[in-house]
């Protein structure tokens, strides 16, 4: 069965590609993360105000630029569109820890090794500039998130916070 997984990791690395988040990415991104809200929410997100769907999206234009200057902010793509992303920065003065803010993967590619793509980029990102934790906050009803951050080695902390020591 490892011989599966090796596939599947080394299909990924052809199919898709990893790249830093630049800023003419917003509206891409932004579609992105509407359709995973409508994903998550459900019917729910229809009943929404124009503001309340705005505080669910993570790809605020107000906060879009310091996304992009953290360095630690990722997207991948097939064929040049963008499929899913990773918003991650180091809070100060806590230096040495990564806050992952948003991971966020189109739909129709959940499940196919994206996810494990953005956080080895990532990961490897964070190895480069002395960050020695990664911390993400889960949301309990969100089976697929947990899923992906134990596969990935992170410790679950009463489900809610995961924490990777690298």
């Not at 299909?11 to 994903?39: C, G, H, P, W």
């Not at 309340?52 to 997207?75: A, D, I, P, Q």
């Not at 889960?138 to 998130?145: A, C, G, T, V, Y």
Request: include cysteine; proline fraction near 2%; aromatic fraction near 10%.
């Amino acid at each position: 069965m490892w011989y599966a997984s090796l596939y599947l990791m080394y299909y990924n690395l052809l199919m898709f590609k990893i790249r830093s988040l630049a800023l003419e990415d917003y509206e891409r991104i932004r579609q992105v993360d509407k359709l995973t809200q409508i994903q998550y929410l459900g019917e729910e997100w229809d009943k929404l105000s124009e503001d309340e769907k705005e505080t669910h999206l993570k790809s605020r234009k107000s906060e879009f630029s310091l996304n992009v200057e953290t360095g630690y902010c990722f997207v991948a793509t097939e064929n040049s569109e963008i499929i899913g992303f990773i918003l991650a920065h180091e809070t100060l003065p806590f230096h040495g820890t990564l806050y992952i803010r948003h991971i966020v993967i189109k739909p129709d590619y959940q499940g196919k090794g994206i996810g494990p793509l953005l956080y080895k980029q990532l990961i490897r990102r964070a190895k480069m500039g002395n960050i020695k934790k990664v911390v993400s906050m889960i949301n309990l009803d969100n089976p697929k998130s947990i899923n992906l951050h134990q596969k990935l080695g992170f410790n679950l902390k009463d489900r809610k916070e995961a924490v990777l020591i690298i």
